[in-house]
């Protein structure tokens, strides 16, 4: 038995909205080669279709899969949310998360971009496999600020990077040898924002199964606050006979083969053409001025339909309420066509004068604004902290 490859024998998934959202971003994938987690930002429906075309580039992937075929399958999914994007007004400035693991002979293949996370639950003890591209995750790893200060830090939800972000995307990828019994555990910031490692780990120890496991993790992330969508994957690795499917509902249930976790379909990726179809010989032929009307009409449609494409697509750093905000729209002279995005947190006192006057008012890209308002937000807006004491800096390296 012990010359059989490692693989995953055991699967669990929980997903919950949460108690404060409307509505649920995530979206997850599970089966015994492949387990992937998407976190999905940009409102309405925009965060979940984002998460979910993640979702469906690496259902596409066939065995054997490594890194590589992992790595291709971000940049495909950037690609496609883009698109998805620039085809759609309403969903511009989407993105997602995604962290993948697919395992194969006892080897585990990990890629990663932005904050959700992989971890290894082996012989009782926890350890995160990714690191988190945002904000307060470079404050961690510079030493600049601890573990827990991290998960109370007005900047901790600011990812640095997120697929359909931008055109070219930095994917985080990685390797871990599995031992049998290991546990992966693949979730979305709503756990650990609410839920410490500690307490995890807690959960791992005491847990009849990972079913429950699985469950009892939603449960503690919803009693201490809930503030954001949770979503958890686990996968047992083992030398016993391969899953093939996994439960829907985490709890017992129908199976599917290659199961895609919730409900939502699949969208399509941008808006297709629409064929037109020929006018009948019977109808009544239209009249030149009908023609001239009809064009004008059509020619004022694409214009206020330009318009209000830019209008969507333009983003400036403004100051209100005593702190720096990036507006989304712009000013056409008297007619303010702008919106609050979202809020920097960066007091408009502490930033330097060479900051707000290179940048405050200027209409740009979602992308370059939102690269600029990062600048400030590092350059003033960060608190100073002392340096680490020994005491705390060993605390730091354990989590604690």
């Known amino acids: 038995m012990t010359n059989a490859p490692l693989h995953v024998v055991e699967l669990a998934r929980q997903s919950d909205t949460g108690r404060v959202r409307d509505h649920n971003e995530d979206r997850a994938y ?190 503690r992330a919803n009693a201490a606050g809930g503030a954001d969508n949770v979503t958890v994957v686990l996968a047992r690795i083992g030398y016993g006979p391969r899953t093939g499917a996994v439960r829907t509902d985490g709890g017992g249930g129908t199976t599917q083969e290659h199961p895609v976790l919730d409900a939502a379909p699949v969208p399509a990726v941008g808006i297709g053409a629409r064929v037109l179809e020929p006018a009948s010989t019977s109808r009544r032929r239209i009249s030149r001025n009908g023609l001239l009307v009809g064009a004008a009409v059509l020619v004022v449609l694409l214009m206020i339909g330009g318009a209000w494409w830019a209008v969507l697509r333009s983003f400036t750093i403004q100051t209100s309420g005593g702190t720096v905000w990036v507006d989304q729209g712009i000013k056409l002279g008297p007619l303010d066509l702008t919106a609050p995005w979202q809020d920097t947190g960066v007091p408009t006192g502490t930033v330097g004068a060479g900051q707000i006057s290179q940048q405050l008012g200027s209409v740009g890209g979602e992308g370059a604004t939102v690269r600029s308002a990062v600048a400030i937000v590092w350059a003033d807006g960060m608190p100073v902290i002392p340096r680490l004491k020994a005491a705390a800096a060993a605390r730091a390296k354990t989590g604690g």
């Open 30 to 219: 599970a089966h015994d080669e492949l387990v992937a987690v998407a976190d999905g930002m940009g409102g309405a429906a925009a965060g979940e279709v984002a998460a979910q075309l993640a979702i469906r580039a690496i259902r596409q992937l066939t065995g054997p899969i490594d890194r590589e075929n992992l790595r291709a399958a971000l940049l495909s999914a950037n690609e496609a949310i883009r698109r998805t994007a620039q085809s759609d007004p309403t969903k511009v400035g989407m993105g997602t998360t995604m962290t993948a693991v697919a395992v194969d002979d006892g080897t585990a293949q990990i890629v990663h971009v932005g904050d959700s996370r992989a971890y290894l639950w082996r012989e009782g003890s926890l350890r995160q496999l990714t690191d988190d591209h945002s904000v307060v995750g470079e404050m961690v790893r510079r030493g600049t600020l601890t573990a827990d200060e991290a998960l109370h830090h007005p900047h901790r939800n600011v990812i640095t990077r997120a697929l359909g972000a931008d055109p070219e995307i930095e994917v985080d990828a990685t390797t871990e040898e599995l031992r049998p019994d290991d546990v992966l555990l693949l979730c979305s910031d709503g756990l650990y924002t609410e839920v410490e490692n500690a307490g995890i780990a807690a959960v791992l120890a005491s847990a009849a199964s990972i079913d429950d496991a699985a469950r009892t993790l939603v449960e």
